[in-house]
Antibody, heavy 120, light 108 residues
Framework: QVQLQESGPGLVKASETLSLTCHVS??????????WHWIRQSPGKGLEWIAS???????NYNPSLKGRLTIRVDTSRSQFSLEILSVTTADTAVYYC????????????WGQGSPVTVAS | SYVLTQPPAVSVAPEKTARITCGGK??????VHWYQQKPGQAPLLVIS???GRPSGIPDRFSGSNSGDTATLSISRVEGGDEADYYC???????????FGGGTKLSVL
């Protein structure tokens, strides 16, 4: 059973860089069994997919946010991360990390979410 | 980009059947997954591949998918079913998931 746990700053100032990390336990982040994703949910809003990375380090980004995003895998620490550049108040959200079985197309595992507030 | 449309809210009386729709162009040709999200919690998969139930999900939850509409049905609705429900498909062209806007289910 894979378990995911996000960690983040909680509060970040506008124009700064937001860095989030998702620790993976119960499975290897480099095994190739899963692809790793970030999804966010703004207050009172729906789910928005942000980015993904596969075991082969192939990355994919939401076009509406592309240019501000970097997703990475750190196999030595069994985690993957997300950076969002130049945040604004519109980036205030709960950020979830999640896993999709390779070849599948739904989210098998979710973290509990990391709330982030961007202060103006 | 592919768009999924859900009604913002559905209300149902206890013990009745709730039906939540998810509209998309020719969605019947795609696999649809449904998540339940309660306040302060992460989404929970309740239906996979149109009508499959993950382990631990009651058989009161079922799904169907045809034409331009997929439907999540919850029979014998209980107060504990109050939640937001999201449909999701995979956009193969962009290789990323697409979520519907979500439906808030209220039990009267």
């Amino acid at each position: 059973q894979v378990q995911l746990q996000e960690s983040g700053p909680g509060l970040v100032k506008a124009s700064e860089t937001l860095s989030l990390t998702c620790h993976v336990s119960g499975g290897s982040v480099s095994s190739g069994i899963y692809s790793w994703h970030w999804i966010r949910q703004s207050p009172g809003k729906g789910l928005e997919w942000i980015a993904s990375v596969s075991h082969s380090r192939k990355t994919n980004y939401n076009p509406s946010l592309k240019g501000r995003l970097t997703i990475r895998v750190d196999t030595s620490r069994s985690q993957f991360s997300l950076e969002i550049l130049s945040v604004t108040t519109a980036d205030t959200a709960v950020y979830y990390c999640a896993a999709v079985l390779t070849g599948g197309d739904y989210f098998h595992y979710w973290g509990q979410g990391s709330p982030v507030t961007v202060a103006s | 980009s592919y768009v999924l449309t859900q009604p913002p809210a559905v209300s149902v009386a206890p013990e009745k059947t709730a039906r939540i729709t998810c509209g998309g162009k020719n969605i019947g040709s795609r696999a649809v997954h449904w998540y339940q999200q309660k306040p302060g919690q992460a989404p929970l998969l309740v239906i996979s591949y149109d009508g499959g139930r993950p382990s631990g999900i009651p058989d009161r939850f079922s799904g169907s998918n045809s034409g331009d509409t997929a439907t999540l049905s919850i029979s014998r609705v209980e107060g504990g079913d109050e939640a937001d429900y999201y449909c999701q498909v995979w956009d193969a062209s962009g290789d990323h998931p697409v979520f519907g806007g979500g439906t808030k289910l209220s039990v009267l």
